[in-house]
Protein backbone atom coordinates (compact mmCIF):
# COMPACT_ATOMS: atom_id res chain seq x y z
CA UNK A 1 0.00 0.00 0.00
CA UNK A 2 1.39 3.28 -0.81
CA UNK A 3 1.24 6.15 1.13
CA UNK A 4 -0.63 9.41 -0.48
CA UNK A 5 0.18 13.07 -1.01
CA UNK A 6 -2.93 14.74 -1.45
CA UNK A 7 -4.70 12.56 -3.55
CA UNK A 8 -1.97 11.34 -5.30
CA UNK A 9 -0.07 8.32 -4.15
CA UNK A 10 3.25 8.65 -3.42
CA UNK A 11 4.88 6.26 -6.02
CA UNK A 12 3.39 7.97 -8.51
CA UNK A 13 6.20 9.25 -11.39
CA UNK A 14 6.69 12.99 -11.37
CA UNK A 15 6.70 14.40 -14.80
CA UNK A 16 9.37 17.47 -16.00
CA UNK A 17 8.35 20.10 -17.63
CA UNK A 18 11.78 22.16 -18.35
CA UNK A 19 9.56 25.19 -19.84
CA UNK A 20 6.37 24.36 -17.61
CA UNK A 21 3.21 24.48 -20.09
CA UNK A 22 1.93 28.16 -21.82
CA UNK A 23 0.19 30.36 -18.88
CA UNK A 24 2.32 28.43 -16.16
CA UNK A 25 5.57 28.72 -16.82
CA UNK A 26 6.24 28.05 -13.13
CA UNK A 27 4.92 25.06 -12.42
CA UNK A 28 6.83 22.38 -13.74
CA UNK A 29 6.43 18.93 -12.24
CA UNK A 30 3.19 16.47 -12.48
CA UNK A 31 1.77 13.87 -12.42
CA UNK A 32 -0.18 12.03 -14.88
CA UNK A 33 -3.58 10.20 -13.09
CA UNK A 34 -5.86 7.99 -14.59
CA UNK A 35 -8.53 5.63 -13.68
CA UNK A 36 -11.84 3.65 -14.62
CA UNK A 37 -14.50 6.44 -12.87
CA UNK A 38 -13.10 8.97 -15.47
CA UNK A 39 -11.78 6.99 -18.88
CA UNK A 40 -11.07 8.02 -21.54
CA UNK A 41 -9.91 11.03 -19.80
CA UNK A 42 -6.99 11.55 -17.36
CA UNK A 43 -5.99 14.18 -15.60
CA UNK A 44 -2.71 16.14 -15.61
CA UNK A 45 -1.99 17.16 -12.49
CA UNK A 46 0.22 19.83 -10.74
CA UNK A 47 2.46 19.19 -7.72
CA UNK A 48 2.60 22.38 -5.12
CA UNK A 49 0.32 24.78 -3.68
CA UNK A 50 -2.00 26.27 -5.89
CA UNK A 51 -1.10 24.04 -9.04
CA UNK A 52 -3.34 23.99 -11.99
CA UNK A 53 -5.07 20.32 -13.24
CA UNK A 54 -6.00 19.90 -16.80
CA UNK A 55 -8.23 16.86 -17.94
CA UNK A 56 -6.68 15.42 -20.58
CA UNK A 57 -7.52 12.75 -23.98
CA UNK A 58 -5.33 10.82 -25.92
CA UNK A 59 -5.85 12.61 -29.57
CA UNK A 60 -6.54 9.50 -31.41
CA UNK A 61 -9.88 8.63 -28.93
CA UNK A 62 -10.74 11.69 -30.82
CA UNK A 63 -8.81 12.08 -34.43
CA UNK A 64 -7.90 8.18 -34.99
CA UNK A 65 -5.33 8.93 -37.89
CA UNK A 66 -3.94 11.83 -35.29
CA UNK A 67 0.27 11.10 -36.76
CA UNK A 68 2.26 13.93 -35.53
CA UNK A 69 5.55 13.67 -35.64
CA UNK A 70 8.00 15.50 -33.39
CA UNK A 71 11.67 17.20 -34.97
CA UNK A 72 15.20 16.53 -33.66
CA UNK A 73 14.64 19.75 -31.06
CA UNK A 74 11.66 18.04 -29.60
CA UNK A 75 13.04 14.82 -29.28
CA UNK A 76 15.83 16.41 -27.55
CA UNK A 77 13.73 18.43 -25.26
CA UNK A 78 12.10 14.73 -24.24
CA UNK A 79 15.40 13.06 -24.30
CA UNK A 80 13.80 10.44 -26.49
CA UNK A 81 15.03 9.04 -29.57
CA UNK A 82 12.97 8.04 -33.15
CA UNK A 83 11.05 5.65 -32.44
CA UNK A 84 10.95 5.48 -28.29
CA UNK A 85 7.07 4.78 -27.04
CA UNK A 86 5.90 8.48 -26.11
CA UNK A 87 2.43 9.54 -24.70
CA UNK A 88 0.56 12.25 -26.36
CA UNK A 89 -2.59 14.07 -24.57
CA UNK A 90 -5.08 16.39 -25.74
CA UNK A 91 -6.23 19.34 -22.93
CA UNK A 92 -9.74 19.20 -22.62
CA UNK A 93 -11.87 22.65 -22.01
CA UNK A 94 -15.40 23.16 -21.92
CA UNK A 95 -16.18 26.02 -25.14
CA UNK A 96 -18.39 29.05 -24.52
CA UNK A 97 -21.58 26.77 -25.00
CA UNK A 98 -20.40 24.30 -22.24
CA UNK A 99 -19.62 21.61 -24.93
CA UNK A 100 -16.20 20.07 -23.93
CA UNK A 101 -13.56 20.45 -26.49
CA UNK A 102 -9.87 19.09 -27.69
CA UNK A 103 -6.44 21.24 -28.21
CA UNK A 104 -5.13 19.12 -30.58
CA UNK A 105 -3.08 22.03 -32.17
CA UNK A 106 -1.00 22.01 -28.75
CA UNK A 107 -0.59 18.39 -27.77
CA UNK A 108 0.97 17.96 -24.47
CA UNK A 109 3.79 14.95 -24.74
CA UNK A 110 5.37 12.98 -22.41
CA UNK A 111 8.21 10.21 -22.70
CA UNK A 112 7.94 7.78 -20.29
CA UNK A 113 10.85 6.47 -19.83
CA UNK A 114 12.74 9.72 -19.12
CA UNK A 115 9.63 11.30 -17.60
CA UNK A 116 10.20 14.38 -19.67
CA UNK A 117 7.17 16.52 -20.97
CA UNK A 118 6.23 19.04 -23.76
CA UNK A 119 3.53 21.07 -24.67
CA UNK A 120 3.79 21.72 -28.57
CA UNK A 121 2.62 24.35 -30.01
CA UNK A 122 0.96 24.82 -33.36
CA UNK A 123 2.53 21.48 -34.21
CA UNK A 124 2.89 20.33 -38.12
CA UNK A 125 1.01 17.32 -38.54
CA UNK A 126 1.23 14.64 -41.26
CA UNK A 127 3.84 17.19 -42.75
CA UNK A 128 5.38 14.98 -45.33
CA UNK A 129 9.06 16.85 -46.05
CA UNK A 130 8.91 17.63 -50.10
CA UNK A 131 5.17 17.41 -50.13
CA UNK A 132 3.40 20.19 -51.89
CA UNK A 133 0.07 19.05 -49.75
CA UNK A 134 -0.19 21.38 -46.84
CA UNK A 135 -0.35 19.88 -43.25
CA UNK A 136 -4.40 18.78 -41.92
CA UNK A 137 -5.24 21.79 -40.18
CA UNK A 138 -6.44 20.77 -36.13
CA UNK A 139 -8.17 23.07 -33.97
CA UNK A 140 -7.57 24.25 -30.36
CA UNK A 141 -10.97 23.50 -29.66
CA UNK A 142 -11.97 20.62 -31.70
CA UNK A 143 -15.46 19.24 -30.57
CA UNK A 144 -15.88 16.17 -28.62
CA UNK A 145 -18.78 14.01 -29.69
CA UNK A 146 -20.15 11.09 -27.41
CA UNK A 147 -19.74 7.91 -29.09
Known amino acids: MSA ?3 SVPAD ?3 IAFADGLPGFEHQRRFV ?3 GP ?3 PFTILRGLGPDAPSFATI ?15 QDLARLDAAPGDALVWLAIVSLDASG ?3 ANLRAPVVVSPA ?4 VQLIDININADAGSDA ?3 QYRFDHPLRAA
Open 12 to 14: TAV
Open 37 to 39: SFE
Open 99 to 101: EAT
Open 114 to 117: SLRG
Open 58 to 72: DPRTVVPDYAPRLGP
Open 134 to 136: PAP
Open 4 to 6: EVG
Open 32 to 34: LLS
